[in-house]
C-alpha cells in the first residue's frame, strides 16, 4: 500500500532522478535525497571547444554531462595531453564537493555541443551542512573513485615498467 503522506515526484523529477541515479557519485542517494539537489541543477549548454575548466581554477562547481562530449586534459609546457574523453552520463569537478580545492586538471567539450548540468559548490555545502547522511554518501562515493583512480595510476605506472615517478606523487602525504 501506498504511503499517502510520501511525497510524490513529478515525471520530469522522476526523470532526473533515474539519470542521477546511473552517476556514481549520486548512485547511492534515494530519491527523497536527490531531490535536495534538483533546486540546484542549473542546465547550460556549451558549444565544441568551449572550456568548461582550466587546471588550478576554483572548484566552484559539479558538473554533470547530460548530452555531449568532454575532454579532459593536463597542460604540459605548450601542449594539453587528453587524460580522457568523457560523455553522457559522467561527472566531472568532482573536487567541488570538498572545501577549497582548486581544478587539477582542464575540462574542454570536444563534441560539436554539450549540455551540462551545473552544481555550485556553495549549493553542494550547503546541503552537506543540513543533511549529513548525503555528505557521508557522496564522499564514500567520491572516495570510491578516487580509489579506482589510484589503482588505475598504479597499474599504468606497473606497465610503463615505472617510466614516471611515483615519489614525486606522495611527497605530500
Not at 559539479?62 to 601542449?79: H, M, P, Q
Not at 587528453?82 to 581544478?103: D, K, M, P, Y
Request: charged letters at 25%.
Amino acid at each position: 500500500m501506498k504511503n499517502p503522506f510520501q511525497r510524490s515526484y513529478s515525471a520530469e523529477e522522476t526523470s532526473i532522478f533515474n539519470f542521477l541515479s546511473g552517476i556514481k557519485i549520486f548512485e547511492a542517494l534515494s530519491d527523497d535525497e536527490k531531490a535536495f539537489f534538483l533546486p540546484y541543477l542549473y542546465l547550460r549548454k556549451y558549444k565544441q571547444d568551449e572550456v568548461v575548466f582550466f587546471r588550478k581554477d576554483p572548484s566552484h562547481a559539479l558538473y554533470v554531462i547530460k548530452r555531449g562530449k568532454v575532454s579532459i586534459s593536463f597542460d604540459v609546457g605548450e601542449e594539453l595531453e587528453v587524460l580522457n574523453q568523457i560523455g553522457t552520463g559522467h561527472s566531472f569537478g568532482n573536487n567541488a564537493c570538498i572545501e577549497n580545492t582548486n581544478r587539477f586538471y582542464n575540462a574542454i567539450v570536444t563534441s560539436p555541443d554539450a549540455d551540462l548540468y551545473v552544481i555550485p559548490h556553495v549549493n553542494i555545502m550547503d546541503i552537506f551542512s543540513s543533511q549529513p547522511k548525503i555528505k557521508a554518501k557522496m564522499l564514500a562515493s567520491l572516495t570510491e573513485m578516487y580509489d579506482e583512480y589510484t589503482k588505475q595510476l598504479f597499474a599504468s605506472y606497473r606497465s610503463s615498467k615505472g617510466f614516471f615517478s611515483l615519489d614525486l606523487l606522495y611527497t605530500t602525504f
